[in-house]
């Protein structure tokens, strides 16, 4: 008798089963924290467990085998070089599974599947964040393209409107003659 051996179908194909799984897994890493149904969360873990498990050693064979599993290479990336090392020392169970209450329009039960290690952001980084930003959007790119976009302002193309302006009102100064 086969009871509850293998895995959760969640009733998928298992094309659509495995984009799904694959997406969730990079959304996981991208994010370290993400909210979904409790039957999802239960399969994403698997994946993301076994794949953290071998971020722990940075080798190309283990690159390999994760990239089939994760396309996004900044992702993958982040995988080997912040989140293996930073699970270096725990012998498994990186992530956990929070329970939120029920979806409001079908009552599934949702969780909030995130990394052991996740620390919420708090008000000091979220400013540190929005400062940066404005740094960036304010600071110029190079006093030579500066230099360059001043020169082709429409400061010229203001002179002809001017001349074409000054002859109309000379034309229609003479025309009230």
């Known amino acids: 008798m086969n009871n509850k051996t293998g895995f959760n179908a969640l009733s998928r194909t298992s094309a659509h089963r495995r984009a799904m799984s694959r997406n969730m897994v990079t959304s996981l890493f991208r994010f370290e924290r993400i909210t979904t149904t409790s039957a999802k ?13 071998r971020s722990k050693e940075d080798t190309v064979h283990n690159r390999r ?11 993958l990336n982040k995988l080997f070089t912040e989140l293996g090392p930073r ?10 599974i929070m329970k939120i209450g ?3 329009g079908d009552a599934a039960d949702m969780v909030i599947l995130e990394l052991v290690d996740y620390k919420l952001p708090t008000a000091d980084d979220t400013a540190e964040k929005t400062k940066k930003t404005k740094s960036k959007k304010e600071a110029p790119a ?6 360059e976009k001043q020169k082709k302002t429409p400061a010229k ?20 003659k």
Request: charged share 40%; aromatic share 4%.
């Open 41 to 53: 969360a239960k399969e994403v873990r698997k994946a993301a467990e076994k794949l953290i498990t």
């Open 65 to 75: 085998i994760a990239a089939k599993f994760i396309q996004d290479e900044k992702i």
């Open 87 to 96: 699970m270096k020392d725990r012998n498994g169970g990186y992530t956990r």
């Open 102 to 104: 029920f979806r409001q």
């Open 142 to 147: 190079s006093s030579e393209a500066s230099a």
């Open 157 to 176: 193309k203001a002179a002809p409107k001017a001349k074409k302006t000054a002859a109309k009102a000379d034309e229609s100064a003479e025309s009230a």
